[in-house]
Structures are given as structure tokens and as C-alpha cells.
């Protein structure tokens, strides 16, 4: 298939001719794949044209629109690859474009092409010559244009230094370096010249007044790199009242400062204070910006005055001279970081309250889940001795029940005897929570150690007698906010105990104190759980612990079937007392759940804590600056996704007998709310990603 196209009558270059030419046989080649349906192994197109070749091949350079139009039309197309060079003798569309009579078409190679088309293999492409197209015409001309820029002084530069002194210091080192080399510049010059009264240079020595100096250098510094005012001057002075308001515009943060450019290039206040006796850094402070060498200011200043307040650090900078944009939260923020300042007065961590748990929200015979807590002592006379009760509160997670022992001692065994006395009257229990107290723990492990001597044994009798194996949750140390539903039960019945001493009077014995337990404890099982409807006389007794553990039968599951207000009529008693508990848990749903809704404080998620933040621990035996440092290794997420107990590693602060602190780590378990936060990783998200979904 051959086409051919007129050239147009404008007058074109054969370079471009021939560039649409190779347009026209990509197009060809395109259209041939589309009607054919065919896919071809291998496509090669011939040119004999240099430029062209050229042209398709070149990376490097850009061409006019008509050249680089039909460059990328042709690239997209086909591949540079597959552009060979063809000689004009064997080239058959220059019978087409030159012509050819009608005796010399059968014979040309219009129709029969060229001969090596007709061998099995075509030729391997031969070592092209490169065309130079550097004085092309159809090459774009590029102007590239180098500008050095000279950089002065970077505040980047400050902002590995830790304090102002040093920074200070190190400008002024760099001034005393310069005035060495010039110096000793004038001082060779000197010699060349053969003067009289040459001396040897020696750097002159560190001085107030060259740190003096270093300070303005970095306020000017500073200025420049930050006010488009000083820059706009370029460091000269405002001369008059019309060269002030022209570089400093009324929407700017410097109007209402009334700024002013003194004989050392510095920006300062004008203000009002001109005719007090002041010095003249008080009357004119510098204007800074809030940047890191900003900070090394404050800190300078809020160490001068000893860890002070906001107020005092103000009122120092502006005694020093420095006058800084925003400078009360500047402040405020910076004090917030210090971290002499969180020890000494930070607060503790708080974080949003979490959910009740589920043995707080689930009916279940009173007692199934418990929580337990001592509390005492309490002074008993037996004969003429005096000794030492302590009372034992197990509550109802659920009902809110509660049930006391009288314990001799706070030893594990002690603990046992109660549990088992406990046990056999309000029935077995499938978890205690409670806090770390070595009673508890100790017999935690004892149940733990019988379990694993008699496994197998032990599981068979649970599952003959129909029960679980109690199950022990144990508190963070050190955090009794957690157990707040033992503790507050435990300040109800030391009121109740103190009226009845009252009462009675202070001399008890072991007989006395254990019936006055009980009656407390039948007090606080009287008090009611709502207190919604008290005033009104048509509703209902209002509901209370006792209502369920004085019709309780049996510490099991709820047998089957339904029982109505009929069954409180019925002459099996145990219909009876099922009725009364299912109405018991009826209004314990409607009335005191829903009054557990609520959160009365740590409404607000907070920042939760992370592994490699520096923190103190509280210590209510010690003064707050002895507190022991430590860094927490491993948090606890909760259900909610957040972070209320974590692991802190903590350093053994005594030391050796060589005056040598030891290298010992021990390992506490704390909640959040006794942890002071010092220095912040900042590396993890801050809050959960959504408001957890239970």
C-alpha cells in the first residue's frame, strides 16, 4: 500500500516535508493494525532523510511547535528503535514524489521495493553518523542563567545551642576571629611595607562587651530574617515621620508599637516611656519574633528569676530589653515545657473515664461478683490486753450488697478463714476484685499453687459441685480510685460504726465488735440505690440491697420458667422468692442502671501516655522534688483504646559504697493518674483515631 501527499503551495522546508512524511507512515502503519486485525511480530520504518532520523532519536534538545508536535506523534506511535536510514537510490517513495513515466513503473521500485525486502532476514542496521543539530533552525535556543547567592549568617545555624550564653559566645568568637584576621591583614600589608611600629597581632580575649556585641549581631540577625521592614531599610534609620509610616502600614504588628530604628540597626519600641528615667533597653525594648533563638531568651530569663511564674519572666525580659511578638502565650507555652517546672508543679495525668464493667452491668445472684477490701483497725479489750480487729467488706458488684468479717490479723490464712466463712453463707463467688494487699495476693497464690498440685482433681469436683474456680482481679498498685466501689462502701460503714461506738461506748470486745459489724452491715444493705421518687407516696418502696438478700434461696442460676405476681400468693415458696428477685433485677434495670450513665469527672479524652515518656512518680511519703524519676517501657490499653496503666522502669537511686550510682532497673506498674508527665514523646498519636465503639 503506497500514498503520497502534494506539498503546499507555502513555501516549506524539505526537513519539515520530509517530517510529515514520516507522520503519514506511522498513520499508515496504525491503520493497517486496525482494518487487518492482524498483529504484527516486527514493524520497521525506513526514511532517507538524516534529519528526520535526527530528529525521532533526539533526548536532549527542544524544537519549535510544527517539529515537536510531530515528533511526539510519531514516538507515540512507534519506538526511535524502529527508524532505519535507507538510501535515495533504493528509496521507493521517490517515485512518488519526484514521478516516474508510465514505461518505468513495472520495472521501478514502486512496486516491487527494494531488493533486500525480499531476502529472509532483513539486514542488520549499519554504524549511523550522528547529525549535529546544534544550528538547526527548527532547534528552540535555551538561555540559562547562574546566579550565586551569598548567603549571611542562617538562623539555622543556632539551632543545635541549648542556651543563650552559648549563643552569645559562639557569635562572639566569630567577631573576635574577624577582628584577628583583619588585623593581621593590615598587619603583612604593614610589613610589606616596611612601616615603622609593627606589632604582632594576638586575638584579643573574650569580653563583656563583645558578647554585648554578639547579642545585637543576633537581634539584628534575627530581625532581618523575619520584618519586611528591615528589610526594606536595609538597615538604615528612619530619618523622619514619613519614612516610619511608609515602611510600617497600619495593618502591620508593629504599628501600635510605634517601632524605631536606633544608631545600631536595631528595630526597638518607641512607645511612651521616653521621658522616664529608665535605661534605654527598658525604654526601648528590641522587637523579636517567636523563634527558637526567642526561646533561648526566655529560658535565660525564666531561669534568672528561678522558675517563676509568667509574670515575673515578662517583667524580666522587658528589664533585659526584649520585646517579644505574642509574648504571653510564647511564655505560658514555654513554662508549660519546662521541665523543672512540671516537676515542681505540674499536675497528674488524667485520662476520660472509663466504661463500668460488665460484671457491673449483668444480673446475677448476689455475691458472683465481688469486690473485697480491709479496713480497720479497731480496738478490742480481752481480759486486760488490748488488741488489734480489722473488718473484711465484700461487695456486690451488681446489687451493691455488702457483707463484713472480723479478721485478728491481715495474714493470708486470716483471709482464707473469712473467704471460706463468706462463702459458706452468701454462696460461691466467680471473681473478687480487689487491690494488691499481700493477703490478697498471698492467697491468690495459694489457691493458684493447690490448683496446679491436684489439677485434674480440683477441676472434676468444680464441675460436679456445679461452680467456677474464683478468680482473682487484682488493682494497679497504688491506685485506689480504681476500687472506688469498696471504698466508698467502706466510708459508709465507718460512719455507721462510728454512731454505734458512739452509742456503745470505746470499750469493745471480740463479741461486741463483730455484732456491730453486722448490724452496719444491715444498715448500709437498708439505704436505697435511687432516690428518685423518695417524696412521692404512691410509688413504690424504694429500691435496696436488701430487697434482693433477704429473698435470696440459693446462690444459683434461676431455674426455668415464668414466674408472675401470682407466684407471691402461691404455696410453693420457692415460686415466691423467685418472683421477688426477678422483680428485683426488673426495677434494679430501670432505676439504678441507668443512674450509673453518667460520668461525673475525666469527661474529656486526654494524651495518652507512651512508651519513652520521662515521668515522676507520686509519692505521698515524700516531698514532691524527691519523687523517683522513671520512663515508661509498656502501656496497658483498655477496651476504649486508652492508656490508664502502664510499666515504668525506674533507677536505683542509692549508691555504692564507692560514691557510684548503681545500674539496677526495677520495674513498677502505676496508673496514669499517679505519674507526672516531664518530657513528652512525641512520636505516636496523641488521641484514639474514633470514639470507641463497645
Wanted: proline fraction near 5%; charged fraction near 30%.
Amino acid at each position: 500500500m503506497g500514498k503520497s501527499r502534494v506539498a503546499p503551495i507555502k513555501i516549506v522546508t524539505v526537513p519539515r516535508l520530509e517530517l510529515a512524511a514520516a507522520v503519514l507512515s506511522v498513520r499508515m502503519s496504525s491503520f493497517l493494525r486496525t482494518e487487518l486485525g492482524l498483529k504484527f511480530d516486527r514493524e520497521v520504518f525506513w526514511t532517507d532523510s538524516r534529519v528526520v532520523l535526527g530528529y525521532i532519536k533526539n533526548e536532549s534538545r527542544c524544537f519549535h511547535v510544527f517539529v515537536a508536535n510531530r515528533v511526539r506523534q510519531i514516538r507515540d506511535e512507534s519506538s526511535p528503535l524502529q527508524w532505519r536510514h535507507i538510501g535515495t537510490k533504493v528509496n521507493p517513495a521517490d517515485g512518488a514524489s519526484r514521478g516516474l513515466m508510465v514505461d518505468q513503473v513495472e520495472s521501478s521500485k514502486w512496486l516491487a521495493g527494494p531488493d533486500f525486502l525480499w531476502e529472509k532476514e532483513i539486514p542488520d542496521e549499519g554504524k549511523e553518523e550522528d547529525v549535529d543539530l546544534s544550528k538547526d533552525p527548527e532547534v528552540k535556543s535555551q538561555t540559562h542563567a547562574s546566579v550565586q547567592k551569598v548567603d549571611e549568617l542562617e538562623l539555622e545555624r543556632f539551632d543545635h545551642l541549648s542556651s543563650w550564653y552559648r549563643a552569645k559566645r559562639a557569635v562572639a568568637n566569630c567577631l573576635r576571629l574577624r577582628s584577628y584576621l583583619q588585623r593581621r591583614y593590615y598587619e603583612r600589608r604593614d610589613k610589606r611595607e616596611k612601616k615603622d611600629g609593627v606589632k604582632n597581632v594576638v586575638m584579643e580575649p573574650l569580653s563583656a562587651e563583645l558578647l554585648l556585641q554578639a547579642e545585637k549581631e543576633i537581634i539584628k540577625l534575627t530581625q532581618r530574617r523575619t520584618f519586611d521592614v528591615m528589610k526594606a531599610v536595609e538597615g538604615d534609620k528612619w530619618h523622619n515621620e514619613r519614612e516610619r509610616r511608609r515602611h510600617c502600614k497600619t495593618t502591620s504588628r508593629l504599628h501600635h508599637l510605634d517601632p524605631f530604628i536606633d544608631n545600631d540597626g536595631i528595630l526597638r519600641v518607641g512607645g511612651r516611656l521616653r521621658g522616664s528615667d529608665l535605661s534605654f533597653e527598658s525604654k526601648h525594648p528590641a522587637i523579636l519574633p517567636q523563634t527558637h533563638l526567642t526561646k533561648l531568651i526566655v529560658s535565660h530569663c525564666h531561669t534568672d528569676v528561678a522558675h517563676g511564674g509568667r509574670g515575673m519572666t515578662i517583667n524580666h525580659l522587658r528589664a533585659k530589653g526584649f520585646w517579644i511578638l505574642g509574648c504571653s502565650n510564647f511564655v505560658s507555652k514555654f513554662i508549660s515545657q519546662c521541665v523543672i517546672c512540671r516537676r515542681l508543679r505540674h499536675s497528674l495525668q488524667v485520662q476520660k473515664m472509663a466504661n463500668l464493667p460488665e460484671d457491673r452491668l449483668t444480673p446475677a445472684p448476689p455475691f458472683t461478683y465481688a469486690g473485697v477490701d480491709c479496713f480497720g483497725p479497731w480496738i478490742i479489750k480481752e481480759g486486760r490486753k488490748e488488741l488489734k480487729r480489722y473488718g473484711l467488706l465484700f461487695t456486690c458488684m451488681a446489687s451493691r450488697g455488702v457483707h463484713i468479717e472480723v479478721l485478728n490479723s491481715l495474714t493470708t490464712d486470716a483471709f482464707i478463714n473469712a473467704l471460706r466463712r463468706f462463702i459458706s453463707v452468701r454462696g460461691p463467688v466467680r471473681q473478687l476484685r480487689c487491690d494488691r494487699g499481700t493477703n490478697f495476693v498471698g492467697a491468690e497464690a495459694e489457691f493458684r499453687r493447690c490448683a496446679e498440685s491436684s489439677k485434674d482433681r480440683v477441676k472434676d469436683f468444680l464441675l460436679r459441685e456445679g461452680c467456677d474456680f474464683i478468680a482473682f482481679k487484682f488493682n494497679v498498685p497504688a491506685s485506689s480510685h480504681m476500687g472506688g466501689v469498696w471504698e466508698r462502701q467502706i466510708r459508709s460503714i465507718r460512719q455507721v460504726l462510728d454512731a454505734l461506738l458512739h452509742q456503745a461506748g470505746q470499750q469493745l470486745d471480740d463479741e461486741s465488735l463483730r455484732t456491730l459489724m453486722c448490724e452496719a452491715a444491715a444498715i448500709v444493705n437498708s439505704r436505697p440505690l435511687t432516690t428518685d421518687f423518695l417524696n412521692e407516696p404512691t410509688h413504690p418502696t424504694p429500691l435496696t440491697p436488701n430487697h434482693l438478700l433477704t429473698q435470696k434461696s440459693r446462690v444459683i442460676l434461676p431455674p426455668p420458667g415464668s414466674f408472675s405476681r401470682e407466684d407471691v400468693y402461691a404455696r410453693k415458696r420457692w415460686r415466691r422468692v423467685q418472683h421477688l428477685a426477678n422483680e428485683f433485677w426488673c426495677r434494679w434495670r430501670k432505676e439504678f442502671l441507668s443512674q450509673l450513665q453518667s460520668r461525673q469527672k475525666w469527661t474529656k479524652p486526654r494524651r495518652n501516655m507512651k512508651v519513652g515518656d520521662v515521668v515522676i512518680i507520686k509519692d505521698v511519703n515524700a516531698p514532691r522534688n524527691t519523687w523517683p524519676l522513671g520512663r515508661i517501657v509498656e502501656v496497658y490499653e483498655s477496651k476504649d483504646d486508652y492508656i490508664r496503666k502502664v510499666r515504668i522502669a525506674v533507677g536505683d537511686r542509692n549508691l555504692d559504697h564507692k560514691g557510684k550510682r548503681n545500674n539496677q532497673v526495677s520495674y513498677l506498674d502505676r496508673p496514669i493518674h499517679k505519674l507526672v508527665l516531664l518530657v513528652p514523646n512525641v512520636d505516636q498519636e496523641e488521641f484514639p483515631a474514633k470514639e470507641p465503639q463497645d
